[in-house]
């Protein structure tokens, strides 16, 4: 059986769209759940659209998530150039499209775009031109060409019949050719559209599948007369559902929606980004939800796409992120915390042991320098934080906790995780009170803050026993001061 291959084709517009990089992925699954090959092609036909140094974002994209492609621009393959622009340069697509008129595909048209966008323009929605240009003679056209008049290659297509195809995820589609607008393949500066590169390059390039939006199910009828024309054998189609940011609106980089940067700038990790998005449309038959790159590959199953849109849901990315970073060997996590912690945290702190805190109550890296930002400074704070009801605290019960609390540590010959545990214990037992009675003020004493990733014990061993009984001394003051 023939190996798969396919494509991902980004224009060079800009950031990483989540979209976008959910059909990169879909693409990679697709090709190396049977050994395929993944192939990585620069659409930049649209120069006026093209951003400086968007292809290189789509390289450190594709690299940072893992999706490393077997032929491209950068690296090369016996189907290059992989950037349309550099394809063109050979007079290659003119060819094919001249051979296409040749055919009877297409068709040269000579006629004013400007009046062209004006009666499109009028007419609205569901324009299709009848190009008189069509029923010009060869000596006609021959001689226009000669007199230097400016033309574009337009589609030919019989507005008789029908033309269907199978899609994997939609099925069966047909549709009315009369429908069907016969577009420009060859435009007036020699440059190819969108629609026919795309479909020489897919012949060319041997793909097998192709894999993009359902945006393009309705231009894929005349997709497929260009293959017809020529003879060539068409791909099989998978049309992936939109990402929505909501019911009503998809997700798009245009309204200022997150991309691929955004996230990782807000503390996702890539890894768990591609692991969520792969299940924006898709699900597994066992109903797992985390997956590695190569599991994904073994698991994946075009006939599992759904029909339906997908709501992008941040809090279950976050979610998802919070579990790949509780789920990380500790040295690699404080690895990858650490710029984060040094950036916060200027004082001479164990940052392994700081690690260990945040690592279980870490739900994406940008939560890190607010959650440590006690360490370095006890920070103002109201003597209202000690009281909590489920901890049965008050002011009056925490300021005779903190008391004890201070006389213990400064009893400790030995401080270290064990004997700040058991004194903290102890002390509860010694003094009838409940654990919490302790901990809580404790807690909020040598913090200031009512949520933190850590308890009393592992906090008061980061801060060392100096520095933890200060913060204790100042607690005394502050509730003596507020009860008198």
Same mark, same amino acid.
């Given at each position: 059986?023939?190996?798969?291959?396919? +494509?991902?084709?980004?224009?060079?517009?800009?950031?990483?769209?989540?979209?976008?990089?959910?059909?990169?992925?879909?693409?990679?699954?697709?090709?190396?759940? =049977?050994? #395929?090959?993944?192939?990585?092609?620069?659409?930049?036909?649209?120069?006026?659209?093209?951003?400086?140094?968007?292809?290189?974002?789509?390289?450190?994209?594709?690299?940072?998530?893992?999706? !490393? @492609?077997?032929? #491209?621009?950068?690296?090369?393959?016996? /189907?290059?150039?992989?950037?349309?622009?550099? +394809?063109?340069?050979? #007079?290659?697509?003119?060819?094919?499209?001249?051979? &296409?008129?040749?055919?009877?595909?297409? !068709?040269?048209?000579?006629?004013?775009?400007?009046?062209?966008?004006?009666?499109?323009?009028?007419?609205?929605?569901?324009?299709?031109?009848?190009?008189?240009?069509?029923?010009?003679?060869?000596?006609?056209?021959?001689?226009?060409?000669?007199?230097?008049?400016?033309?574009?290659?337009?589609?030919?297509? =019989?507005?008789?019949?029908?033309?269907?195809?199978?899609?994997?995820?939609?099925?069966?589609?047909?549709?009315?050719?009369?429908?069907?607008?016969?577009?420009?393949?060859?435009?007036?500066?020699?440059?190819?559209?969108?629609?026919?590169?795309?479909?020489?390059? =897919? @012949?060319?390039?041997?793909?097998?599948?192709?894999? +993009?939006?359902?945006?393009?199910?309705?231009?894929?009828?005349?997709?497929?007369?260009?293959?017809?024309?020529?003879?060539?054998?068409?791909?099989?189609?998978? !049309?992936?559902?939109?990402?929505?940011?909501?019911?009503?609106?998809?997700?798009?980089?245009?309204?200022? =929606?997150?991309?691929?940067?955004? &996230?990782?700038?807000?503390?996702?990790?890539?890894?768990?980004?591609?692991?969520?998005?792969?299940?924006?449309?898709?699900?597994?038959?066992?109903?797992?939800?985390?997956?590695?790159?190569?599991?994904?590959?073994?698991?994946?199953?075009?006939?599992?796409?759904?029909?339906?849109?997908? *709501?992008?849901? *941040?809090?279950?990315?976050?979610?998802?992120?919070?579990? /790949?970073?509780?789920?990380?060997?500790?040295?690699?996590?404080?690895?990858?915390? &650490?710029?984060?912690?040094?950036?916060?945290?200027?004082?001479?702190?164990?940052?392994?042991?700081?690690?260990? *805190?945040?690592?279980?109550?870490?739900?994406?890296?940008?939560?890190?320098?607010?959650?440590?930002?006690?360490?370095?400074?006890?920070?103002?704070?109201?003597?209202?934080?000690?009281?909590?009801?489920?901890?049965?605290?008050?002011?009056?019960?925490?300021?005779?906790?903190?008391?004890?609390?201070?006389?213990?540590?400064?009893?400790?010959?030995? /401080?270290?995780?064990?004997?700040?545990?058991?004194?903290?214990?102890?002390?509860?037992?010694?003094?009838?009170?409940?654990?919490?009675?302790?901990?809580?003020?404790?807690?909020?004493?040598?913090?200031?803050?009512?949520?933190?990733?850590?308890?009393?014990?592992?906090?008061?061993?980061?801060?060392?026993?100096?520095?933890?009984?200060?913060?204790?001394?100042?607690?005394?003051?502050? &509730?003596?001061?507020?009860?008198?």
């Amino acid at each position: 059986m023939e190996k798969a291959r396919t +494509r991902f084709a980004p224009s060079p517009t800009g950031y990483m769209h989540i979209g976008n990089l959910r059909t990169a992925l879909y693409e990679y699954l697709v090709a190396k759940k =049977d050994g #395929g090959t993944f192939i990585l092609r620069i659409e930049d036909t649209d120069q006026g659209r093209i951003v400086e140094g968007a292809v290189d974002i789509i390289y450190n994209t594709m690299k940072t998530c893992g999706l !490393h @492609h077997d032929e #491209g621009p950068d690296i090369g393959g016996e /189907y290059g150039p992989y950037v349309q622009s550099e +394809r063109m340069q050979c #007079g290659m697509y003119k060819e094919y499209a001249e051979k &296409l008129v040749e055919l009877g595909g297409a !068709h040269y048209c000579f006629c004013d775009e400007a009046v062209l966008a004006k009666e499109r323009e009028e007419a609205g929605e569901g324009f299709l031109y009848d190009d008189p240009c069509k029923y010009l003679s060869k000596e006609e056209i021959a001689a226009k060409i000669a007199a230097g008049e400016k033309y574009v290659i337009r589609q030919n297509i =019989d507005p008789e019949g029908t033309t269907s195809f199978d899609d994997e995820v939609y099925g069966h589609i047909e549709v009315e050719n009369s429908v069907l607008d016969e577009q420009i393949l060859l435009k007036s500066d020699g440059f190819p559209t969108y629609n026919f590169a795309n479909v020489i390059d =897919d @012949h060319l390039m041997k793909i097998t599948h192709v894999v +993009r939006g359902n945006e393009y199910l309705s231009s894929t009828p005349k997709y497929n007369l260009i293959y017809d024309a020529f003879g060539w054998q068409k791909p099989t189609y998978v !049309h992936l559902p939109p990402v929505m940011k909501d019911e009503h609106h998809k997700l798009s980089k245009r309204n200022g =929606d997150a991309s691929f940067q955004d &996230l990782v700038a807000k503390g996702y990790l890539p890894a768990a980004i591609m692991n969520y998005i792969a299940l924006l449309g898709w699900s597994p038959a066992d109903n797992e939800e985390i997956f590695t790159l190569e599991e994904l590959a073994e698991k994946f199953d075009v006939s599992r796409i759904s029909k339906s849109p997908s *709501i992008f849901d *941040i809090e279950k990315l976050t979610w998802m992120n919070g579990m /790949y970073i509780r789920n990380m060997d500790a040295e690699a996590w404080y690895e990858l915390a &650490l710029p984060y912690m040094k950036n916060a945290i200027k004082s001479d702190v164990d940052l392994h042991a700081v690690a260990a *805190i945040l690592q279980q109550r870490t739900d994406k890296l940008t939560d890190i320098e607010p959650n440590v930002d006690f360490i370095d400074e006890l920070q103002e704070y109201d003597t209202a934080l000690f009281v909590h009801k489920k901890m049965k605290t008050t002011e009056e019960i925490a300021l005779k906790s903190l008391i004890h609390c201070k006389e213990m540590l400064e009893g400790l010959e030995e /401080y270290n995780m064990e004997t700040l545990h058991d004194g903290y214990i102890g002390l509860a037992t010694k003094l009838e009170m409940k654990n919490g009675q302790i901990m809580w003020p404790a807690r909020i004493a040598i913090t200031g803050k009512d949520k933190t990733p850590g308890g009393a014990v592992e906090i008061s061993n980061i801060l060392g026993k100096e520095e933890t009984i200060r913060r204790i001394t100042v607690g005394i003051e502050k &509730l003596q001061a507020k009860l008198g």
